[in-house]
């Protein structure tokens, strides 16, 4: 079993910039590829960007492709999620999520692909 937490979410004006983080515990976050998603009111939750188990490879989706940039540090169990250029419609809470490495390759996008996820952090966008 692997427990993730979020964090780093809150207020931040159009443009502006946060810094998601996502803690694992239970098992080395090096046995897994991670993922980032969102969800916000009234809507499906979406995939935002994955990373393979080393960094050496990552996923993002076209409406975030160039603002947003995942990593991880694997001695600190961690991935982070860069958010530059936020925007009102962004407004969403974000969930990250672990899952074998070699699915997660071939269907980054898909959720069924992870298996553990985090409670959330909600980040706000104000216009």
């Known amino acids: 079993q692997v427990q993730l937490v979020e964090s780093g979410g809150g207020l931040v004006q159009a443009g502006g910039s946060l810094r998601l983080s996502c803690a694992a515990s239970?098992?080395?976050?090096?046995?897994?590829?991670m993922g980032w998603f969102r969800q916000g009111p009234g809507k499906e939750r979406e995939f935002l960007a994955a990373i393979n188990w080393s960094g050496g490879r990552t996923y993002y989706a076209d409406s975030v492709n160039g603002r947003f940039t995942i990593s991880r540090d694997n001695a600190k169990n961690t991935v982070y999620l860069q958010m530059n250029g936020l925007k009102p419609e962004e407004t969403a809470v974000y969930y990250c999520?672990?899952?074998?490495?070699?699915?997660?390759?071939?269907?980054?996008?898909?959720?069924?692909?992870?298996?553990?996820w985090g409670l959330g952090t909600q980040v706000t966008v104000s216009s």
């Open positions: 999520a672990a899952g074998q490495d070699h699915l997660i390759a071939t269907i980054p996008t898909r959720r069924y692909a992870y298996e553990y």
């Open positions: 239970g098992r080395p976050l090096s046995s897994y590829a």
